[in-house]
């Protein structure tokens, strides 16, 4: 896995997994899968996940959360797929519902198979302000959640 890089107002994450780029997308747009990975004990978990995945196609994620000291705290994420081209391109915009100043941003995840492994490079644009890079650094966390759930 290699560190977070990060422009003015983009934040990408790159690793490699040790599986087809088709597995891969399933991981990426099934809800049934997502469930299983999206989540990091103590602190977060998927609880619910809707995808139509197609270009113009709605998704929504509802995410429970703890920080610790907090009281749990429910996160809803939802966009629309922009690009959708199976197993090696995924996009969509990504808006945090309970951030009345969080702007519709844009994630892309590139699939790259090379052999039995896939090159994957997840970019999250659109963040115009050290607040929601900050908000939104958790991407080094989530490809290795992805790993994890593909690899075992």
């Given at each position: ?64 959360g703890q920080s610790p000291g907090e009281e ?26 309970e951030e009345q100043d969080h702007p519709e ?43 994890e759930y593909i690899e075992e």
């Amino acid at each position: 896995m290699t560190p977070p890089a990060s422009a003015n107002d983009t934040i990408v994450q790159e690793i490699t997994i040790h599986a087809p780029a088709a597995r891969i997308f399933d991981a990426l747009t099934d809800p049934d899968q997502l469930l299983l990975w999206w989540r990091m004990e103590d602190q977060f978990k998927l609880v619910r996940a809707l995808c139509d995945v197609r270009s113009g196609g709605k998704w929504t994620m509802r995410v429970m959360g703890q920080s610790p000291g907090e009281e749990q705290r429910e996160s809803i994420v939802h966009g629309v797929y922009r690009t959708v081209v199976p197993p090696h391109l995924l996009e969509y915009t990504w808006i945090r519902e309970e951030e009345q100043d969080h702007p519709e941003t844009i994630v892309r995840w590139e699939l790259q198979q090379y052999g039995k492994e896939t090159r994957v490079r997840v970019t999250h644009s659109g963040l115009t302000t050290p607040r929601l890079r900050e908000r939104n650094s958790g991407w080094i966390f989530i490809v290795q959640l992805l790993k994890e759930y593909i690899e075992e």
